[in-house]
Nanobody, 115 residues
């Protein structure tokens, strides 16, 4: 069992930045991939970004050029740097750990982009 704890959410003005963290109870090097997803009020959860065990990254089109996913294996933590935030980025942000036979989610951290 792996526990994932997200942090770093909060209220930010449009155009601002936040860095989210996903701290894992186990070694993140054991995951095939760790992803960020988000769910806005009244909408379905959607994928945001992924980083693989080899460090390859991929992004949803709506965050390309604004968000950056990274990992610190020594701290067992994955980050999501979010720049140029827009009101439509308002959502609960969740991290997800996947490996063969394993699929874990954190409880999320709320990001609100508003003036």
């Amino acid at each position: 069992q792996v526990q994932l704890v997200e942090s770093g959410g909060g209220l930010v003005q449009p155009g601002g930045s936040l860095r989210l963290s996903c701290a894992a109870s186990g070694s993140i090097s054991r995951a095939n991939a760790i992803s960020w997803h988000r769910q806005a009020p009244g909408k379905q959860r959607e994928w945001v970004a992924t980083i693989t065990s080899r460090g390859f990254t991929s992004y949803a089109d709506f965050v390309k050029g604004r968000f950056t996913i990274s990992r610190d294996n020594a701290k067992n933590t994955v980050y999501l740097q979010m720049n140029s935030l827009k009101p439509e980025d308002t959502a609960d942000y969740f991290c997800r750990w996947t490996a063969p036979g394993a699929d874990y989610w954190g409880k999320g951290t709320l990001v609100t982009v508003s003036s």
